[in-house]
Nanobody, 127 residues
Framework: QVQLVESGGGLVQPGGPLRLSCTAS????????VGWFRQAPGKEREGVSC???????????YYADSVKGRFTISRDYVKNTVYLQMNRLKPEDTAVYYC???WGCGYEMPLADFGSWGQGTQVTVSS
């Protein structure tokens, strides 16, 4: 069974950057859309950003309104990794961040379309 692995979380001060990584063993991420989600305590899991498969590289990545202009999703095809570069972090970005894959990003990343969730990586934005 495929399972994605997230890494890169940690404690960062407000306004600082952090880069998350999503990898998979024996599974080509570039053949699928890959999404980043987050879940804060007491809140539902929400879609943050999604990149389409390499076959649909002409489709612009999706970003939730709350992260537009601050977060950037990208792929490294050689390393079979999807990154989420997070800049100008805010305390409200504090959450466990997950990655998962789907056949497409869909409309605003419906949770039901995504699978093979990783264990998540904690991001804490605090001074």
């Amino acid at each position: 069974q495929v399972q994605l692995v997230e890494s890169g979380g940690g404690l960062v001060q407000p306004g600082g950057p952090l880069r998350l990584s999503c990898t998979a063993s024996d599974f080509r991420l570039d053949l699928h859309a890959v999404g980043w989600f987050r879940q804060a305590p007491g809140k539902e899991r929400e879609g943050v950003s999604c990149v389409s498969s390499s076959d649909h590289s002409d489709i612009s990545p999706y970003y939730a309104d709350s992260v537009k202009g601050r977060f950037t999703i990208s792929r490294d095809y050689v390393k079979n990794t999807v990154y989420l570069q997070m800049n100008r972090l805010k305390p409200e970005d504090t959450a466990v961040y997950y990655c998962a894959f789907a056949w497409g990003c869909g409309y605003e990343m419906p949770l039901a379309d995504f699978g093979s969730w990783g264990q998540g990586t904690q991001v804490t934005v605090s001074s």
